[in-house]
């Protein structure tokens, strides 16, 4: 077998329309002839509108918007997506779960280093298959029999779980916080829709101001944390006159340390789901490279820089909460626990208003990234024709933006944002892991796979084989810790604490379902298959359609206009 082209070769779309071919468009016709060698040679001659085969990932290919992002856009992409909420958020459930101070800690170390893990195999992904999509293009490229199921299962995990609802949530939490009002559950809803649907239109309407707006929010971010890390310093060691009892409320050596810890696999699975929230994101350039100007060195090196940098705070700003915020108080803190943290080293009036407002600038930013990055994810979902309305869906018509993968995007969130649930954050966070574990999984098998079945693949960065082995093991565990008991708790109060496993199941488990009725079972019914034929939109982005040809039948292009 002869080598794949390198990824420097010109980007496909520059060479979409072969001299040879007639050019084509959304309305493009196919007929179905009894196949013959005549038709089988026309086809390799550049008879069809473009080759959108999936051995052609291995070629970078840049989209119709361009490629608007460098090196900053890219790194604040990742940072931006990695300091959400959940830094400011999730510490204080992580602590109530595992009960001491110690093993909050030691998570964040253990998440940084999960986190190192699946870095390596995304750059490694990454760099041998330069294209937007992300896990849907790896694993689309790893495994494609059974048929189809990969991109299906992708599909159904992207748009039902694919939402940025949480961090919506936390925004609408803090600008009340900050008002100095008890939150209803009507006025967080209203907030939340209102900064979502902003976020939409900016990005579907106006592409560069976009990205400028959320390059600004990425930077104001990487301040506020750093930013609070000074300021704890200052109340433990530049106000020795001061009550101490106010800003050194847990003692960070010694046995106290681990007062209080819950050492039970189930509880600390739970917990470390959330921190691996604080952490998703370093593959966020993966979604979108299509976009980015010298797409594999910007990722390697914007990549690694942005996990580092985040380690770094992650470990400053909890040792900032229990510092100074009393662990009873942190235990208490639902998703406040940075505001109590400015209130306690500011007074009521500043802690209360100017940085809570600060944290939900952080959150919005990190809603415009994720919004961002996942309406890319859809469109490529949709360019598959894995999705209804695809070639609509797939175009950049009529802002040069993806505004209908965008819309697409919108309404998951949208209805989860409406659920009328107490603690709907952290069961978000849980439903959203869950199943990512188990893509997680197969991706981590399928690099190993393709190491010792493709070794012709061009690939510019290799990742630990031990890394990936112990991200297999790690995601293993956390797929089966939901089903380990909890010490007394009985088995319906166990389930409930674990419903999001089954509710993340159900979702696979439906996509397994739509894939069988939808490629096996009415193709069988009704004497046809689906066949893959390329075209190209008005717009100039390339597509492909799922046409169903009787048995027996080829597809080729009709020239007729």
């Not at 976009?210 to 704890?232: D, E, R």
């Not at 894995?386 to 175009?395: D, K, Q, R, V, Y």
């Not at 009415?522 to 492909?544: C, F, M, Q």
Request: hydrophobic fraction near 50%; aromatic fraction near 12%.
């Amino acid at each position: 077998m002869s080598p794949p082209t390198p990824p420097t070769q010109t980007p496909l779309l520059e060479n979409a329309r072969p001299k040879t071919a007639t050019s084509t468009s959304a309305s493009t016709n196919y007929n179905t002839v009894a196949p013959t060698t005549e038709n089988l040679e026309a086809s390799h001659e550049g008879a069809w509108p473009v080759d959108r085969s999936i051995e052609h990932d291995v070629v970078p290919e840049t989209a119709v918007l361009g490629r608007n992002l460098g090196w900053s856009s890219a790194y604040i992409l990742i940072m931006s997506r990695v300091i959400g909420s959940g830094i400011f958020a999730t510490p204080g459930a992580i602590v109530r779960g595992v009960g001491s101070v110690g093993i909050a800690l030691v998570l964040w170390v253990v998440g940084a280093l999960v986190a190192w893990f699946g870095l390596a195999i995304s750059l490694e992904y990454g760099c041998m298959l330069p294209r937007s999509g992300g896990d849907k293009v790896y694993l689309e490229f790893t495994y494609r029999h059974p048929r189809f199921l990969a991109s299906v299962l992708i599909a159904v995990q992207s748009v039902l779980l694919g939402f940025t609802a949480s961090n919506c949530i936390v925004f609408a939490e803090y600008v009340l916080f900050a008002l100095d009002r008890e939150p209803t559950s009507w006025e967080v809803k209203v907030l939340a829709i209102g900064l979502l649907t902003s976020i939409i239109i900016i990005h579907g309407c106006f592409l560069k101001t976009g990205i400028f707006i959320q390059n600004v929010f990425g930077w104001v971010k990487i301040a506020l944390v750093i930013f609070m890390v000074f300021t704890s310093l200052f109340a433990v060691l530049l106000r020795p006159d001061a009550d101490t009892t106010d800003y050194r409320p847990v003692k960070l050596k010694g046995g106290s340390l681990w007062e209080g810890s819950v050492w039970n696999w189930g509880i600390i699975s739970t917990a470390l789901f959330k921190v691996f929230y604080s952490y998703a994101g370093l593959h966020n350039v993966n979604n979108v490279m299509n976009e980015v100007k010298n797409p594999v060195k910007t990722l390697k090196s914007a990549a690694s820089a942005a996990l580092w940098t985040a380690c770094l705070l992650y470990l400053l700003v909890n040792i900032a909460y229990f510092l100074v915020v009393p662990l009873d108080e942190i235990k208490d803190s639902g998703e406040l626990i940075a505001a109590l943290f400015f209130e306690r080293v500011f007074g009521a009036h500043v802690g209360k208003v100017l940085l809570p407002l600060a944290i939900a600038i952080s959150a919005a930013g990190n809603v415009m990234v994720v919004t961002f990055s996942h309406a890319r994810i859809i469109q490529e979902i949709a360019r598959q024709g894995f999705l209804p309305l695809a070639p609509i869906i797939s175009s950049s018509k009529p802002f040069h933006a993806p505004l209908a993968a965008l819309v697409t995007h919108y309404i998951p969130s949208f209805l989860v944002i409406c659920v009328p649930a107490k603690n709907i954050y952290s069961f978000i966070l849980e439903v959203e892991g869950y199943p990512g574990q188990l893509f997680a999984l197969a991706g981590s098998f399928g690099l190993i796979w393709l190491r010792y079945k493709r070794p012709d693949l061009h690939r510019p960065y290799k990742a630990y084989l031990s890394a990936v082995w112990l991200r297999i093991v790690l995601s293993f565990a956390l797929l089966i810790a939901p089903f380990v008991p909890q010490g007394s708790v009985n088995w319906r109060q166990h389930i409930a604490k674990v419903s999001y496993a089954f509710v993340g199941t159900s979702i696979i488990l439906f996509g397994v379902i739509y894939w069988y009725v939808w490629t096996v079972l009415l193709p069988r019914w009704k004497g046809y298959s689906l066949e893959e034929a390329a075209e190209v939109l008005d717009d100039g982005t390339t597509i492909t359609r799922l046409v169903k040809v009787p048995r027996g039948s080829k597809l080729v292009p009709s020239t007729e206009e």
